[in-house]
């Protein structure tokens, strides 16, 4: 028998007429998968971008607007610090040297400035190109330094809101006269004024050092600054050992039943609930049922720390799990107790996850209104809190009392108030990263 006949060549079907080759179809596959994971990549990138647009966008919004708010406009004023106006009597007393009448001296200051102004119209608006607050400035000028007295001095005084955005461009003198709230009259003294070199802008220190004010020229951020930062160590004290000891429990002592289950259950609910039903906790328990007083920092405090407490759980029970059983068996077998085991060995390991889901959480209630306004803190404060007991507000309600005020100086002060509650929240996230990239460990 031939050698053909014993080993017969294989037939390949023929392909149909019209028909893609097997190889062909796979071919087809392969380039339809390829064109699908570019499209993913692109809508993925895509979405990245519109991301990122829209954070430049908020960005360079609340930059745009707030760095004007960085800025305050200042007129000097050459003061005579009169004798008979001060201290008639060259007695020395402070009580007589508070009470004297230092408007009137800004008064006679500015009117020697333009001796033209006779109406009293006209006198009255050339009164306000200074801040209403000048006659303070110069009161505690004299009582800080009493050899002021019977001395000329030039003397920066705040200029008023209105003079203040006019010489930061954002009133425009070619509007016609009914639509602004600068006149005229009141623009041909400011340009003198430039023209002498006695009008110029300076660092706005009084955002950094006062607190709320009627007047935008005088309204500060310190005061929020402040009750924010009382607000935060109330709510670090009672969240962090609190939510670490409950963490350490439910993860590590805890029995595996129902009941830990259904306590697992409502942490993780009460992460998700809305801030302002944590604020009507607070309303009906501190304020109602413990007559706390309102609007200060401890009762803040002890809201927010209510609702920071369900992230600092879930953040210390994931930080604790992530510890290798290994760790716990050797501890064990070496002799240690299981509260040994935790303390001396599972919770350092664990610790910096700890610190980072607490940062992060301390965070997030930094910049809570909802909960703040349901107890109270919306009032208006103007002096510095001293404690935690003094009323006062915090950074965003701050931010949202100067946003619903009618001035249109407030929007710059709004959008530089909320840019360092942004720089904040950026520089607690950046701290959180940081601590977790230095002390994290892999095993």
């Not at 014993?6 to 190889?23: R, V």
């Not at 007047?215 to 004290?237: K, N, Q, R, Y």
């Not at 935690?388 to 005020?405: G, H, R």
């Not at 607690?428 to 601590?435: C, D, G």
């Amino acid at each position: 028998m031939s050698e053909t006949a014993l080993n017969p060549t294989p037939i390949t079907a023929a392909p149909a007429p019209g028909m893609a080759s097997p190889g062909d179809r796979v071919k087809a596959s392969l380039a339809r998968r390829h064109k699908a994971e570019r499209r993913f990549r692109f809508y993925g990138m895509a979405a990245i971008g519109f991301a990122v647009a829209c954070l430049l966008t908020l960005f360079a919004s609340i930059i745009g607007n707030a760095l004007p708010g960085f800025q305050q406009t200042v007129i000097t004023l050459p003061v005579n610090f009169a004798q008979e106006v001060i201290d008639p009597k060259r007695s020395g007393d402070p009580k007589v040297i508070t009470g004297a009448d230092y408007r009137g001296l800004a008064k006679a200051t500015l009117r020697g400035m333009f001796p033209d102004v006779k109406s009293r119209r006209d006198k009255r608006k050339l009164y306000g190109l200074i801040s209403s607050g000048t006659d303070f400035q110069l009161r505690d000028m004299v009582l800080a330094d009493p050899t002021l007295i019977g001395r000329t001095v030039d003397v920066k005084v705040l200029a008023s809101d209105d003079v203040d955005q006019f010489h930061k461009g954002k009133i425009s003198d070619q509007v016609k006269e009914s639509e602004r709230r600068v006149s005229d009259k009141e623009i041909a003294w400011i340009w003198k004024l430039g023209e002498q070199g006695r009008i110029d802008s300076q660092f706005n220190s009084t955002l950094f050092s006062a607190g709320d004010s009627r007047e935008p020229e005088l309204a500060g951020f310190w005061g929020a600054i402040v009750g924010s930062f009382f607000a935060m160590v109330v709510t670090l004290v009672l969240s962090f050992p609190v939510g670490v000891a409950a963490a350490i429990y439910l993860e590590e002592f805890a029995p595996k039943n129902v009941w830990t289950r259904l306590i697992e259950v409502n942490i993780n609910n009460l992460a998700a609930v809305p801030s302002i039903v944590f604020g009507l906790l607070g309303l009906a328990v501190f304020l109602n049922f413990m007559h706390l007083p309102r609007s200060v920092p401890l009762v803040g405090g002890m809201v927010l720390a209510l609702m920071t407490l369900p992230t600092v759980i879930i953040a210390g029970r994931a930080a604790l799990m992530s510890v290798p059983p290994s760790i716990r068996e050797a501890a064990l077998g070496l002799g240690a107790s299981q509260l040994q085991t935790v303390v001396h060995h599972v919770l350092p390991l664990a610790f910096p996850g700890i610190l980072t889901g607490t940062i992060i959480g301390m965070a997030r209630a930094v910049g809570e209104t909802a909960p703040l306004l349901m107890i109270g803190m919306v009032a208006f404060i103007v002096d510095i809190p001293g404690s935690i007991t003094d009323p006062a507000t915090a950074m965003p309600v701050q931010i949202y009392l100067w946003a619903d005020s009618p001035e249109r100086a407030f929007v710059e002060k709004t959008a530089a108030g909320t840019m360092i509650l942004v720089g904040f929240l950026v520089l607690m996230n950046s701290l959180a990263m940081l601590l977790r990239k230095k002390f994290e460990r892999k095993w």
